[in-house]
């Protein structure tokens, strides 16, 4: 079917060229490059221990991810197909900061890759031979011959979260959003918890496709009751999340005995099912947007023909219709204009994004700073500094995620409004606010000095952990639910229950006053920053976004001018000439209708034919 | 140390004796009561942990009720009496006895109409030799899915700052460590007085048997992992050490029945094939089959007795003869299960400060108890609450083992482990203080006490020394003369033919 589809695609370009209109082609040339790529990402989440890696190497038939029953993943191994078995590292050029990256196994230009022995992917995937990421690698890419990856699956085995180290949660939230299917493992020894809940909420936020599997169903003697239990818990989420049980050591027992009962008991066949079932979807869906792009390129086509025709047929409607061309030539000159109704409506929303941002952004870190001084009032500053730090930041942060996700889903309306002004109103620009620039600016803002630790000797931390390992914007709200849930109640409550109950000293009372204040300034100071870098970050993906959807809109309105134009020059060539004239032209006009007509069946059969040719 | 107890006592019975007729002198009779109570020791976790296995396995009776959901939904309290009893303490202040029954073993407690939010805790009484000298509180989880249960363990075990906590010592069950276990081990940091915690804490790595999804190493692996935990320097400020422990190993071992054993043996006799194909899976290993004369349900109910990773370690166990009674099998799982090192360091490590962890609860009751007394009385009885507090040696090596576990004293690698073994953290005879071998002979032991007074004395008085080491190094070298004293007392009566009373 892809194939076809680009056949139906390049048919098209060669039509719009041919009729001059090098701005649909253009078009047209984008919607081939979305076809280029089929990838879809599978990515394997879920706490550590759970089974992950094992889930992985079962459902491939292949040892490429490190079990082990201590040492756990710490690298995300990213598995595609490849027609011989191969495994690269993925990571940043070294002259390049730690930043912001756009997600595991993302195309993106600036990462560097080595080829490595096959064999040796536990010593670079695993807290064993690269505890925390030492090695600071973004992925282990690994290419296996696998049928069911040959249709573009790609799998994400990635490092548990809620571990000792906050990092890999972070790596692993900040990735969510580039997977098309989430698979949330947890382990049939328990239902699932509060923290887990938590996450799978957050992560249909950032991926429309969830599933629950629950792996190591040999092992539990009451793994059906664990199953209900989550079956339940499940239902109080969103959107359906279906839930597969299974179990690796049973599929490997199987493979090795080749045994259809056992495979069957492993709960593996319908897991590979509905990886297939919903790559198939996603791919309909990738189609269905290719099928609108063409059915609107083709309808600018036909609309000049059919105008030309309608006067052909019938010469005496030409003055009628002539009117009507002009009519809807100031329409979309009254598009094209700068001082256009939709681009008024553009304006003044963004203007409202802009400034309701801001508003929103302040209260929240102006509640921020009082809270940290709060707390500061009632801890000793040197003794919970490193605690409080990171509290903070993660609080900023989530102040920061909490505002970009209302303003997220504000900018999908504006689209609409806009869309609105124009005749059709069908075609919707999706778009999205980009946070990388804000995430990385906040994540690369540090308190500035670290407050003197008043006990003897201890050195001071720097507070580096937490640095570089954003990614997503969304991550930010969901970091904070993971830290323990903690974010929504008041912060001294969170402080308190973080970094226990630590007494005032009476003889240090002095020496606390002075690091008390030098605390408070620092965490203002941290605020203040953090709010004036990341406002200016973010008001600069507001203003992207503007221009985004000025000259998406633009270009649409320029498209309709275009087609209008045509119509009109070729109405006028029509007025103009004799009888023979107009029939010889009556019968090109119906054969190129004719033509373009042909097209659209072909692009209605791409949207009947996609997903049953498929896979 | 009997002495700390004696002036805390008399201290409250001033206070009684002053605060006649008001309300607080019932609460201050409470206060007194609890230091002749047994220590109490909550356990606690996140959900699922084998919290009431562990109980059961530390009672030796299948008590507290288990089940694969979650399951402990109230603050249970199982304590020693001359019955069995169940009360239900309500929020409202009242109490009422509740009927129960007991099934397969456990124990069901009969709620009546009143709701599971209504029912502050539950006072389990039984009579069992085990609770003599424990009283064991079964929690609900942390990290519920239900967030009510899981405020319902925090507020028992880290209640806000002006109630001290219920129990004297906690025992924290994790599977593998998670961010939410350390939250909340930092969450029971006690207030201030002695500044406890990581003293009155142990980590344990529950349902150990799980490890590696029952391969047969999983205790192995377990140890491995508990001594990483071990050596953590987030953990260590929190616990006083992390052991791994394979709960229902325990449980199972301690309350082995003859009928369980001997189906094991039927089991053990199979052909190896037939029982290689049923350990596949929990479920085959539960399913109809022509092979084994068992019948499903006794299989299953073995399942859930053993585990698979029991089953997989006992059978070997009989099949090599090394398990040939129920009592041997028991022994063998039992040493297994870790539960035995847990037993000794609850009646050893904790029950030889309980009277150290009463007195400083106790204390911390009374003072917070005289804010609310008269006015005259708070202004007599403060000065003595802060005596006994800054004079009790006692408190002072608590505090000296704190700061230390903290990270809060400076000190050579060696010195560390010394200042712990020192104070009592590998037993308190004086070879086990000294890191001497048990059967050292005296002239040794008494001359290696006076080599570490020396030493400590002179890096207490050393120009160089923070404050907080020679705070440390005066503590301990008082610790250290006081054991030197103790040592030199029983040798003087091991001369002179005295009878075997013992000093202290």
Not at chain 1, 314 to 341: C, H, I, V, W, Y
């Amino acid at each position: 079917m892809h194939e076809q589809a680009f056949a139906v695609v390049d048919t098209a370009i060669t039509a719009a060229t041919a009729y001059q209109r090098e701005d649909l082609a253009d078009r047209l040339r984008l919607t081939r490059q979305q076809l280029d790529d089929p990838t879809v990402r599978v990515m394997v989440v879920g706490e550590f221990k759970q089974g992950k890696s094992s889930l992985v190497n079962a459902l491939l038939n292949a040892p490429v991810c490190p079990v082990d029953d201590d040492v756990a993943t710490s690298v995300p191994t990213v598995i595609r197909y490849a027609s011989e078995p191969q495994a690269h590292l993925v990571r940043r050029p070294e002259s390049d900061p730690p930043g912001v990256h756009g997600g595991i196994g993302a195309d993106d230009p600036t990462e560097v890759t080595d080829p490595i022995d096959f064999a040796s992917v536990p010593v670079y995937a695993s807290e064993l031979g690269n505890p925390g990421n030492e090695m600071a690698l973004l992925a282990v890419e690994i290419g296996l011959p696998r049928r069911i990856l040959a249709d573009g699956l790609v799998v994400v085995d990635t490092p548990g979260v809620g571990g000792l180290g906050s990092a890999h949660t972070a790596a692993t939230i900040a990735a969510l959003p580039s997977a098309d299917v989430i698979l949330f493992v947890s382990d049939a020894s328990q239902e699932m918890t509060r923290t887990e809940f938590e996450f799978l909420r957050a992560a249909q936020d950032v991926c429309p496709v969830t599933a629950f599997v629950m792996t190591k169903t040999d092992f539990y003697p009451d793994w059906q009751q664990i199953r209900d239990l989550n079956a339940n818990h499940l239902s109080r989420l969103a959107n359906p999340v279906p839930l597969f049980t299974t179990s690796a050591a049973l599929r490997m027992k199987a493979i090795e005995s080749n045994d259809a009962d056992l495979n069957q008991e492993s709960g593996y066949q319908n897991l590979i099912e509905f990886l297939l079932t919903t790559a198939t979807a996603i791919a309909q869906e990738a189609t269905a947007a290719v099928v609108a792009d063409l059915r609107s390129a083709v309808g600018h086509l036909k609309g000049t023909f059919e105008g030309e025709k309608q006067i052909l047929e019938d010469p005496s409607q030409g003055e009628r219709l002539m009117a009507e061309f002009t009519r809807a030539k100031e329409r979309t000159n009254a598009l094209r204009d700068q001082a256009a109704r939709w681009q008024v409506t553009l304006n003044d929303g963004v203007a409202d994004l802009t400034s309701d941002f801001d508003h929103r952004l302040r209260g929240r870190l102006r509640q921020t700073s009082i809270e940290a001084e709060a707390a500061l009032e009632e801890q000793v500053p040197g003794d919970i500094w490193d605690e409080f730090a990171e509290w903070l930041r993660r609080r900023v942060s989530h102040d920061l995620a909490q505002t970009y996700v209302e303003l997220a889903r504000r900018t999908d309306d504006l689209s609409q409004d806009v869309a609105d002004h124009f005749d059709d109103g069908q075609e919707i620009l999706q778009v999205r606010l980009d946070p990388t620039g804000a995430l990385s600016k906040a994540s690369a803002i540090a308190p500035r000095t670290t407050i003197e630790s008043i006990r003897a000797g201890a050195g001071t931390k720097a507070m580096t952990a937490m640095r570089g390992s954003y990614g997503g914007l969304l991550m930010f709200g969901m970091v904070a639910q993971m830290a323990g849930l903690a974010m929504l109640n008041p912060a001294t409550v969170v402080i308190g229950a973080l970094m226990g109950r630590k007494a005032v000293k009476d003889d240090r009372e002095r020496q606390m006053t002075v690091q008390r204040q030098q605390a408070k300034a620092t965490a203002r100071q941290f605020i203040d920053d953090t709010g004036f870098e990341v406002g200016k970050e973010m008001k600069d993906s507001l203003k992207a976004l503007h221009r985004q959807l000025r000259d998406y809109y633009q270009v649409r309105a320029e498209e309709m001018n275009r087609s209008i134009a045509a119509t009109m020059a070729a109405a006028k060539q029509i007025m103009a000439s004799n009888q023979q004239q107009r029939d010889s032209r009556l019968r090109d006009v119906k054969a190129e209708l004719g033509r373009l007509n042909g097209l659209l069946t072909q692009v209605d059969a791409l949207e009947t034919t996609s997903g049953t040719s498929d896979g | 140390m009997d002495e700390l107890v004696v002036q805390v006592r008399r201290l409250i019975d001033q206070a009684v004796e002053r605060c006649r007729g008001s309300v607080v002198e019932s609460q201050l009779l409470a206060v007194r009561q609890r230091l002749d109570e047994p220590l109490r020791v909550a356990i606690a976790g996140r959900v699922k942990a084998g919290k009431s296995t562990l109980l059961n396995a530390l009672v030796g009776e299948q008590l507290a009720p288990t089940d694969a959901g979650e399951c402990t939904k109230i603050v249970t309290w199982y304590q020693h009496g001359p019955t069995y009893r169940a009360t239900l303490e309500l929020v409202d202040g009242s109490t009422r006895q509740a009927p129960f029954s007991r099934e397969s073993g456990a124990i069901d407690i009969d709620l009546g109409d009143a709701a599971v939010a209504d029912v502050e805790r539950i006072v389990v009484e039984w009579p069992s030799q085990r609770l003599v000298d424990l009283t064991l509180i079964d929690t609900p989880g942390v990290a519920s899915i239900n967030t009510e249960l899981s405020q319902r363990a925090l507020r028992f075990l880290a209640p806000d700052d002006e109630s001290p906590m219920e129990a004297d010592a906690v025992v924290y069950l994790m599977r593998h460590m998670h961010a939410d276990d350390l939250s909340f081990l930092e969450s029971f940091h006690d207030d201030e007085l002695a500044n406890a915690s990581p003293v009155n804490a142990i980590g344990l790595l529950s349902r150990a048997d799980e490890v590696g999804v029952g391969r047969p190493n999983a205790m192995r692996v377990a140890e491995r992992i508990a001594t990483r935990y071990r050596s953590d320097p987030k953990l260590r400020k929190l616990c006083q050490t992390v052991r791994p422990i394979g709960g229902l190993l325990a449980e199972t071992a301690t309350t082995l029945t003859q009928d369980e054993f001997q189906a094991m043996e039927e089991l053990a006799a199979l052909d190896r094939k037939v029982i290689e194909a049923m350990m596949l899976s929990a479920d085959r290993f539960a399913a109809e089959s022509s092979d084994c004369d068992l019948p499903p349900l006794v299989r299953r109910h073995l399942l859930d007795r053993f585990g698979l990773y029991g089953v997989r370690v006992a059978l070997p166990m009989i099949r090599q003869g090394r398990a040939d009674s129920a009592g041997a099998l028991a022994e063998a799982l039992e040493a297994k299960s870790g539960i035995i090192g847990l037993r000794e360091d609850l009646l050893e490590r904790f029950a030889s400060r309980r009277d150290v962890l009463q007195a400083r609860s106790a204390l911390l009751a009374v003072r917070r108890l005289l804010a609310i007394a008269p006015p005259d009385v708070a202004r007599d009885l403060l000065p003595e609450v802060e005596r006994i507090r800054s004079g009790a040696h006692a408190f002072a090596e608590l505090q000296v083992l704190n700061d230390y576990r903290r990270g809060w004293l400076e000190f050579d690698e060696s010195d560390g482990p010394e200042l712990e073994r020192l104070l009592g953290g590998d037993g308190s005879e004086p070879t086990a203080r000294l890191g001497l071998p048990p059967e050292a002979d005296r002239a040794e032991v008494r001359a290696e006490l006076l080599r570490v007074i020396d030493k400590w004395r002179r890096k207490g008085e050393h120009p160089l020394s923070s404050r907080e080491v020679s705070n440390a190094a005066t503590v301990l070298v008082r610790t250290c003369e006081g054991t030197l004293a103790g040592f030199d007392e029983r040798e003087k009566e091991h001369r002179g033919g005295g009878t075997s009373t013992e000093a202290n």
